[in-house]
């Protein structure tokens, strides 16, 4: 396209063109969680606005993104990466757990790192939501991937004797609407309890799928 900015390259400053474009982006999604997940919003901010907040140019965000959707893109995916590597972190910590300390050692886990910053549940549970087809389908891709999740720990129980055996998909992608309305709820204020609470009505819930009535079967 004529006219279109290049990427610089070369060193500049001791740093590579792809370090000082990785510094830039980082630049632009810290600006976005602030800006996104607090005051005044994704649907409130400019690029501008944006720019300004990164201590950088409108010229160097188009150098990074086309729009302020891809942004809030890169954003969503994130959040969500910072709360999966939490979790997979805690799953091999607690592999040695019987099955109800595991699963509350997981669900600490994932509660503590999105809850710890409010923006995070903002970005994760309000600003994604209704913003355009494509983020819509990112969005659910990301819900299906912790569904995912969810039925591997079903399954390795069931491989241990700890859980039932049955098909965890339906019963996953429940469970998984339960978390995201209980998480979001206690970060609006709306729930009168604290978080140590709720991950334990999630821990309740998601151990009466594991472990339903008749289990284990009285020959077991």
Not at 5 to 14: H, I, S
Not at 55 to 70: A, P
């Amino acid at each position: 396209m004529a006219g279109r900015l290049k990427a610089p390259t070369g060193r500049y400053g001791g740093r590579s063109a792809e370090e000082r474009q990785a510094e830039r982006r980082r630049r632009f999604l810290d600006a976005a969680l602030q800006l996104f997940g607090d005051t005044p919003g994704y649907r409130g901010t400019t690029v501008a606005a944006l720019s300004e907040a990164a201590g950088l140019s409108t010229r160097q965000f188009y150098e990074e993104f086309r729009t302020l959707e891809d942004v809030l893109a890169a954003l969503h995916l994130q959040v969500n990466d910072w709360a999966q590597e939490a979790v997979l972190a805690a799953v091999a910590d607690a592999e040695h757990l019987p099955l109800a300390d595991r699963v509350a050692a997981i669900f600490r886990a994932y509660a503590a790192n999105v809850t710890g910053d409010p923006r995070r549940v903002r970005i994760t549970f309000v600003e994604i939501i209704g913003v355009s087809p494509r983020l819509e389908e990112q969005r659910l891709a990301r819900r299906a991937h912790w569904i995912d999740l969810v039925c591997a720990e079903a399954e390795a129980a069931v491989r241990r004797g700890e859980a039932a055996r049955r098909d965890y998909r339906l019963p996953a992608t429940a469970f998984i609407g339960s978390v995201n309305g209980l998480l979001h709820d206690w970060n609006a204020g709306w729930l009168d309890a604290t978080l140590d609470e709720v991950v334990e009505e999630l821990v309740r819930q998601l151990l009466g799928i594991l472990r339903p009535p008749g289990w284990p079967p009285p020959s077991a």
